[in-house]
């Protein structure tokens, strides 16, 4: 009776291709790898690497992924952008072994473009984690990246681009909506007539990302 790892590759990467973009895309696919062989080597394809679901993953304890074949660093490699956004939170944390990782590995690669495709470079994770961390993330982060642009870049030219500035705006943004989920208009009685309070446009939370991305952007290819 044939087994089910008796199937061809091609049908098998569809199915582990299946699994991996599944709700718990990136727990089974650790699961599946580790049973044989044959399913570790097609589940390191790049192509279902960077397919792989992370939405249900939370990584605030960074201990048990720090290998340098931990699917989360390979999926990064590969392009997955969650997988790149998680690591860009790690480093802006000051997780020391991502960031020897990161400068250890990739020391040929120092000359070469930073946001180059498939490099683990700390100028395109953070960059990720600024463009598609949850807002929830973004809220808390104000120091961290205030800190890391000030690393990068010294205070007076972090102060006088606006981007210190820009980052608070969009955390702040984050943090306000995080503790008001819901907005409301209030309305007062005025002699038996609802009167509504006027609200005043804010930039919405893509217009704050946008700007920190922007200035981010020109700071970084300025410094190349």
């Known amino acids: 009776m044939a087994e089910f790892y008796d199937l061809n590759p091609e049908l098998l990467s569809f199915i582990i291709t299946l699994l991996a973009t599944s ?4 727990t089974d696919l650790a699961r599946l790898s580790a049973t044989c062989h044959k399913f570790l080597f097609l589940s390191r394809n790049t192509e279902i690497l960077k397919l792989v679901n992370f939405r249900r993953i939370s ?3 960074y201990e048990e992924h720090h290998d340098l074949n ?3 660093c390979l ?3 590969a392009g997955n952008q969650a997988a790149q956004s998680m690591l860009g939170k790690a ?3 000051n997780d020391a072994f ?3 990782m990161i400068l250890e590995h990739d020391v040929p690669l120092l000359a070469q ?3 180059a495709n498939g490099l683990l470079r700390h100028q395109k994770l953070v960059r990720r984690f600024i463009s598609d961390a949850r807002g929830e993330d973004i809220s808390i982060m104000r120091i961290p990246l205030q800190c890391y642009m000030i690393v990068c870049f ?3 030219i972090a102060h006088f681009s606006g981007i210190l500035l820009a980052v608070a705006d969009m955390c702040s943004y984050y943090l306000e909506k995080r503790v008001n989920r819901v907005r409301e208009v209030r309305r007062l009685p005025l002699h038996g007539v609802n009167m509504a309070l006027p609200i005043l446009t804010r930039p919405s939370g893509r217009a704050h990302r946008a700007r920190v991305l922007e200035l981010y952007d020109v700071m970084f290819n300025d410094h190349e």
């Open 23 to 26: 709700a718990n895309g990136a």
């Open 59 to 61: 990584v605030d304890d």
């Open 70 to 72: 931990d699917l989360l």
């Open 75 to 77: 999926c990064a490699r």
């Open 91 to 93: 480093l802006l944390q």
């Open 98 to 100: 991502f960031w020897r």
């Open 113 to 115: 473009n930073a946001f």
């Open 154 to 156: 010294g205070y007076d």
